[in-house]
């Protein structure tokens, strides 16, 4: 566990939480050291130390997370490159994407950002929560921040629990440098109790959604929402009585539940379905100019906030204006590149328009025309062979992703092969307005809580404990409408009413990997459904599309062959942090 010196003070945050413009007031910021008798004896300083906190919540799940560790650091992705969804960069240091798309994850070179920044924040929690009653805030200011940071510190712990399974509860304590810090792992079904009983206490305090100059706060929705997803986790295969590491029972309580409970989907149920009762949250339809407008602009709430954008948000990972994701994921000819490019398996997940995969036969899939009729939301994630996207000052410019020569126009710098390994790249998150070779900055604030999400975690929980009711059919079916499916004659937006629990499971499970395609959740998922193996231990595909005048042809082609070990269900915990406490014990197979 990192020892660090006290806290980081974002100085630009304080100008950012009063301005006008509250939307901004937790984006990332330049910081300097302060002393912390200066800081807890001023209102604002405080302030600022708490949104300092908020400014790694989403670090996880950042799409450049990895990278080549220079000063001037090259990114080569994030979790959307260490699993199924897409191909990693490569650089010429080994980073931990590559890692695992290779199977060579170790403990010596692995990223530690996983260990290090939830630590640290967890310390500035800890901190605050000491200093909290000395400041000149009013009394129900400190309640207020009180909360939040009792959110946070559930939050960062869930990061760490998500990586390794148990770790290090440290409760309020605050290490010096002379003291022997706590290095025994807590057990899984600890952690899991510590971090739920943080996210009640924090409800029972916030506001259920902060708006107006608070949004952009933890709320009572975000403890809910946050507290939904632990217990899921909790429920799931992997930690819930799995076989994993039967061998080494002296692990087992660190990584999991030694035995199965069923109870525990119901737990995962109620909390998901707490988080809708709540009546805060609603998925933003609006399918009136195009079919799945709304999909695309939950993305981008700050410019439809009057519109309502920001109903399906819980809770964002705020950072400044800029062009950052268009600079990762956009194709050369607009200057971007390098944050992973999507594999076919993912572009096949995508159902058509009508809703129906595209291996059912009667879904009007044409493999001559492969992106035709499409789910409105492939169109919003990923960018195919002539998909239009802004080049410059010049909207919806056709991207040259073929071989060939098309009426004239040879194949040039986005070529599959060339400027893409896959033959796709990706446009999800990214604003119609913004490319990477142009001047105008956008918002770039992400979610990392959706109300999708919930929703998802609804409809999985209830059918691992009841089986597809009702409820479970009218949480998809609204997820496939505000996505912009055709809801067909009998309103099911293409999804058959006659699915059997085992059935339905898949159905969730494909609907998850396409509603929330690169925002961090297919790289858990195939692991705590245990499915890693056979997902991730695989050959995976790209696209060559090979144009000769008009004429058109499409052909698959091999990419990579992902290795997974079984060791790769879960993190190694650094090896600097092992060596240097030796009753911190490893997890198996490393």
């Not at 007031?25 to 209102?43: G, I, K, Q």
């Not at 994850?105 to 310390?123: A, F, H, L, M, T």
């Amino acid at each position: 566990m990192k020892k660090i010196i006290y806290s980081v003070i974002a100085l630009m945050g304080l100008w950012l939480f009063f301005s006008c413009n509250s939307a901004d007031f937790l984006d990332e910021t330049e910081t300097t050291n302060l002393d912390e008798s200066a800081v807890f004896s001023d209102s604002t300083y405080t302030t600022a130390f708490l949104s300092d906190i908020y400014t790694s919540i989403g670090f996880a799940s950042n799409f450049d997370r990895f990278n080549d560790g220079a000063f001037w650091a090259t990114p080569s992705g994030g979790l959307q490159t260490a699993c199924d969804e897409a191909e990693p960069r490569q650089l010429s240091t080994i980073t931990t994407d590559v890692q695992f798309a290779t199977g060579t994850v170790n403990s010596v070179i692995i990223d530690n950002s996983s260990w290090v920044k939830p630590y640290e924040n967890i310390r500035k929690v800890n901190q605050l929560l000491k200093h909290l009653p000395e400041t000149p805030l009013t009394e129900g200011r400190k309640e207020i921040y009180a909360a939040e940071a009792r959110f946070l510190r559930a939050w960062y712990y869930f990061v760490l629990v998500r990586h390794y399974g148990g770790v290090p509860l440290i409760g309020d304590t605050i290490y010096a440098r002379e003291d022997v810090i706590k290095s025994v792992r807590d057990t899984y079904a600890d952690c899991i109790d510590y971090i739920v009983s943080e996210c009640d206490a924090a409800a029972a305090v916030l506001p259920d959604n902060p708006s107006g100059r608070e949004r952009g706060r933890a709320g009572a929705g975000s403890c809910r929402a946050l507290k939904a997803r632990v217990l899921l986790y909790a429920a799931s295969p992997l930690y819930n009585g799995s076989d994993f590491a039967s061998d080494q029972p002296e692990i087992k309580t660190l990584i999991g539940y030694p035995e199965y409970s069923l109870e525990r989907w119901k737990l995962a149920r109620d909390a998901a379905r707490q988080v809708i009762s709540m009546g805060v949250y609603s998925l933003y339809v609006d399918n009136s100019e195009e079919a799945g407008r709304g999909f695309y602009r939950q993305f981008i709430p700050s410019d439809w906030v009057s519109d309502g954008a920001y109903s399906g948000i819980i809770i964002e990972h705020k950072r400044s204006p800029g062009r950052w994701r268009e600079s990762l994921f956009q194709p050369p000819s607009r200057d971007g590149g390098g944050g992973g490019w999507p594999y076919q398996e993912l572009v096949d997940a995508f159902p058509m328009k009508n809703g129906k995969a595209i291996t059912d036969p009667s879904s009007g899939y044409n493999p001559n025309d492969p992106y035709a009729n499409r789910d409105p939301r492939f169109y919003n994630s990923i960018t195919y062979d002539q998909a239009p996207l802004r080049n410059a000052s010049i909207e919806n410019v056709p991207v040259n992703i073929f071989l060939g020569n098309y009426n004239g126009t040879p194949e040039g710098q986005d070529a599959v092969h060339t400027g893409t390994p896959t033959g796709f790249y990706f446009k999800k998150q990214q604003h119609r307005a913004c490319a990477t070779n142009y001047f105008i900055d956008v918002n770039q604030a992400r979610p990392v809580m959706r109300y999708a999400e919930a929703l998802l975690n609804f409809a999985e929980a209830e059918n691992e404990y009841e089986g597809p009711n009702s409820d479970v059919f009218d949480v998809l079916k609204g997820i496939r409408e505000r996505a912009g499916i055709d809801p067909g004659e009998d309103g099911m937006y293409g999804i058959n009413p006659d699915m059997n629990q085992s059935e339905m499971r898949e159905f969730i499970r494909t609907e998850r990997q396409v509603e929330l395609a690169i925002e961090g959740f297919r790289f858990w998922d195939v692991r705590r459904w245990m499915i890693a193996d056979q997902t991730e231990n695989r050959t995976m595909h790209g696209m060559e599309v090979h144009r000769d005048g008009n004429n058109v042809s499409y052909e698959t082609f091999e990419v990579r062959k992902r290795v997974f070990r079984q060791a790769m269900y879960f993190w190694p915990i650094p090896y600097a942090e092992v060596a240097k406490s030796p009753e911190l014990i490893q997890n198996p197979f490393y």
